[in-house]
């Protein structure tokens, strides 16, 4: 029985594949590769495809014995959701849909999705748990709220049962260094600092240094990608034993400020990085942090790689190896 991983060959994708092949589970991929890299992916079977085509999913599904399936297949940039909202839409719910429908043609009963904090736009308390209100402020958010909504009524008609987990940003790299995070635009705050050591980038900037934080600058979560992929794991193994539909959160629990990842990303990389202070962007809120405490109490998620130096370390040395990135 093999395992589907959709986007398996993008960034958090690839990095549960890889996660998946060390247990040795069967691991099924599939991704249109418009975002992904062929060369991410470390093992398993690949198909090249778009959860859109349904003549493509059905070869997938006919070919290969599915027992669950992890989704992370979508487009992720909120600054271009909301130039392109349909686009969102067309690949990120409609083609959940499309693979909906194919898994219960084919009897396939698990899946975990991978959902973004941004579900909750600005959230009144912080850490954010998750009975906070979802009131997304981007296309990107609204899409990945929507997929949720959709996955609560397949359960009632179709007994898909559903893990979903939201987070907020995810950073580092394999430990093998073969593996890292390579997007194109590249919107991440530690690689394009990475970027700016590497002499890629003249600086980073620091959009605003005036809000309700201990320096000023804005405070996020950071979890490393390794931990994240092995959350998905434990979720898959909490649909095996027959356990009930849920929505965790993952963060860090106390978050990490623009300044300190730049202070730390100078320690870890030995460079200066030049920075710059610029005004605030609008909507950003002062402190983004999500509470795992849910998870953690329920499916003994423990996070391995929790300091941000580490987690620097990691992606510094997947950025060194792979400074134009895979394939280039």
């Known amino acids: 029985m093999a395992i589907l991983v959709c986007g398996g060959a993008g960034y958090i994708g690839s990095h549960t594949v890889a996660a998946l092949l060390e247990k040795n589970e069967e691991v099924v991929i599939i991704d249109h590769l418009e975002k992904g890299h062929k060369e991410a992916v470390l093992g398993g079977k690949l198909y090249i495809g778009d959860l859109r085509d349904t003549e493509f999913l059905d070869k997938v599904f006919a070919e290969n014995k599915i027992e669950a399936v ?17 686009k969102y839409y067309d690949n990120n719910v409609y083609g959940t849909l499309r693979l909906l429908e194919a898994m219960n043609k084919y ?90 050591a590497l002499g890629k980038r003249e600086k980073i900037m620091i959009y605003g240094e005036d809000y309700p934080t201990k320096d000023g600058s804005c405070i996020r979560d950071y979890i490393h990608v390794m931990d994240l992929a092995d ?28 300044k300190g990842v730049i202070e730390v990303a100078r320690k870890v990389t030995g460079h200066a990085i030049p920075a710059e202070v610029a005004g605030r962007r609008p909507g950003d809120p002062a402190i983004l942090i999500a509470s795992s405490e849910k998870i953690i109490t329920e499916l003994g998620w423990n996070p391995k790689h929790a300091s941000l130096e580490e987690i620097i370390a990691s992606a510094w040395k997947w950025h060194q190896g792979h400074p134009d990135g895979y394939g280039k």
Do not use: C
């Open 107 to 196: 009897h396939v009963k698990k899946i975990v999705f991978s959902s973004t904090a941004a579900t909750y736009g600005e959230p009144k308390r912080v850490p954010i748990k998750e009975e906070e209100e979802t009131i997304p402020t981007n296309p990107y958010g609204e899409t990945k709220l929507a997929v949720e909504k959709i996955l609560k009524w397949g359960e009632v008609a179709y007994g898909i049962n559903y893990i979903v987990l939201r987070y907020f940003n995810v950073a580092g790299a394999h430990k093998s260094g073969k593996i890292g995070e390579d997007h194109s635009p590249e919107t991440h705050l530690i690689p394009i600092i990475l970027q700016v």
């Open 70 to 86: 992890i989704h992370f297949a979508a487009f992720s940039l909120v600054g271009e959701s909301m130039e392109e909202p349909f």
């Open 231 to 258: 959350a998905h794991i434990l979720a898959v193994d909490k649909l095996r034993k027959g356990d009930r539909s849920a929505t965790y959160n993952l963060g860090n629990g106390e978050g990490f400020s623009v």
